[in-house]
């Protein structure tokens, strides 16, 4: 598989009109000053008066409502949350679209279920950078970046790609490598890795984990310290090196350990339930659920949660965490 890199890229593709940032969060703000960097004309559509348009004023970016923003753009970025893009799109953004204009995602998900479809005039593209924004801005600034996925569900131009690829430049994701994807690909494999890995199955692990050591009579506070405390040593030999940097720097016991019981815990049985993870992603019954559920008033969604947040791990964590000086900087990259 090809990685592409700012040779790749044409650095001018992304400077043919102003470029509208819709939504200025995490991602938001990371990529508008990033683009702004890399000399593109930057338009953040936000509420008038609001958090994001006091923010980005802050940061010496031009705002103005979505609709402005959209009617006066080449190029519009829709970086709010999922569920927001249907009624978004309908009321500010699809008027005010006019032939040979782009819209571009971070995600796929909006258009692979068809919450927006967008008319067969215009560009639709994708970047979607693999890491929080807090992340994306910093290692920018570095002169480096974070790697990323591009793809390209419509060429109305003939010149989609090379709008992906020179949007995906201009805000560091080139630098450090880009990977040419799917709208499918990228939803279907983010809401899986999101669901059986990242944090559906690395926090069920860790309560299960919690659960039967002080089921077995053992202190919460020492099962909180094995279970979730120390994941992140192992998650950031992990993320640093692969498995063999793990297996590098870990005990010998921890490593006949890992060998001869983890398989013992994601089974065959493990697997195929992930298998049906995955079978409902591709076949949209989760994304329908989902949907349902924010039309329903996520009543089901807010109960799950608070259970989750009321889990005895929870308060054990509080109080141990308030002797962890090193954790009050205020600063988190999980953004």
């Known amino acids: 598989m090809k990685i592409y890199t700012d040779d790749d890229a044409n650095p001018d593709a992304m400077k043919d009109g102003p470029v509208a940032i819709i939504g200025y969060g995490s991602q938001g703000r990371a990529h508008a000053l990033n683009l702004a960097n890399s000399g593109c004309d930057v338009i953040v559509g936000v509420r008038p008066g ?44 699809e008027p005010n679209l006019a032939p040979g204009d782009a819209l571009s995602f971070a995600h796929g998900f909006t258009i692979l279920y068809g919450r927006v479809k967008p008319p067969k005039d215009i560009d639709v593209i994708m970047v979607a950078p693999k890491g929080p924004g807090d992340l994306v801005r910093r290692e920018y600034e570095r002169g480096r970046g974070v790697p990323c996925l591009f793809a390209v569900h419509q060429d109305a131009t003939g010149a989609a790609r090379e709008r992906a690829l020179s949007y995906a430049r201009a805000i560091g994701g080139t630098a450090a490598g880009a990977i040419e994807t799917t709208f499918r690909e990228e939803t ?50 992990l993320y640093e090196g692969g498995l063999a940097k793990m297996h590098e720097f870990i005990s010998e016991t921890a490593k006949y350990g890992d060998l001869v019981s983890g398989p013992r815990v994601i089974d065959d049985a493990a697997r195929e339930r992930m298998r049906g993870v995955l079978k409902d992603i591709q076949t949209g019954v989760f994304a329908q659920n989902w949907i349902i559920e924010n039309q329903t008033g996520k009543v089901r969604y807010e109960k799950m949660l608070e259970a989750d947040l009321n889990h005895p791990i929870e308060k054990v964590g509080k109080d141990l965490r308030e002797r962890m000086a090193w954790l009050k900087g205020g600063n988190s990259s999980a953004e």
């Open 188 to 237: 279907e494999t983010d809401l899986f890795g999101e669901q059986a890995v990242l944090c559906g199955g690395a926090t069920e692990l860790i309560l299960a984990g919690f659960e039967t050591l002080t089921d077995a009579g053992y202190a919460p506070e020492v099962a909180y310290y094995e279970c979730l405390h120390e994941l992140k040593l192992i998650v950031d030999l």
């Open 50 to 93: 609001g958090a994001g348009d006091r923010k980005a004023k802050a940061d010496g970016l031009k705002t103005a409502p979505i609709a402005d923003a959209a009617k006066a753009a080449r190029t519009i970025v829709i970086l709010t949350p999922d569920m927001s893009h249907e009624t978004l799109y309908k009321e500010e953004i």
